[in-house]
Nanobody
Framework: QVQLRESGGDSVQSGGSLRLSCGVSRITSRSFCMAWFRQAPVKEREGVARIDRYGDTRYADSVEGRFTISRDDAKNTLYLQMNSLKPEDTAMYYC??????????????????WGQGTQVTVSS
C-alpha cells in the first residue's frame, strides 16, 4: 500500500508562486511513477505533471514552462513548484502514484493511489 499526503495549498494572487509537497509512505524502497492532478469545480480531474523513477518528466500543455515536478526519494517527498500562477490554475491539487518504475499516460485510470488533495486558489 501507498499513502499520500499533500500540503502547501494556499490562496495567492495572479503571478505568484506556490510549492506543493506530497509525503509518501510506502511498503517498497524502490521509487516509482508519481504525478500531480488537479480538479476545478464542475470539471473533470486532469493531469498536471508526472515523473518516473528515473526523473523523466512530462507536463500538461497548460502548465509547461510554469510548473516543475520533482522528487526527493531520500525524504519520500514529491514536489510541484508552481510559478506565474493564473486564476485558471485554481483547483484542488492531488498527488497520485503508480508502483511501476515508468509512467503510463497521465490519466486518472493509470494511478491507483491518491492523496486527499490540497486547495490552490489564484485571484486576479
Amino acid at each position: 500500500q501507498v499513502q499520500l499526503r499533500e500540503s502547501g495549498g494556499d490562496s495567492v494572487q495572479s503571478g505568484g508562486s506556490l510549492r506543493l509537497s506530497c509525503g509518501v509512505s510506502r511498503i517498497t524502497s524502490r521509487s516509482f511513477c508519481m504525478a500531480w492532478f488537479r480538479q476545478a469545480p464542475v470539471k473533470e480531474r486532469e493531469g498536471v505533471a508526472r515523473i518516473d523513477r528515473y526523473g523523466d518528466t512530462r507536463y500538461a500543455d497548460s502548465v509547461e514552462g510554469r510548473f516543475t515536478i520533482s522528487r526527493d526519494d531520500a525524504k519520500n517527498t514529491l514536489y510541484l513548484q508552481m510559478n506565474s500562477l493564473k486564476p485558471e490554475d485554481t483547483a484542488m491539487y492531488y498527488c497520485a502514484a503508480d508502483l511501476r518504475p515508468y509512467c503510463r499516460l497521465l490519466e486518472t485510470r493509470n494511478f491507483p493511489y491518491w492523496g486527499q488533495g490540497t486547495q490552490v486558489t489564484v485571484s486576479s
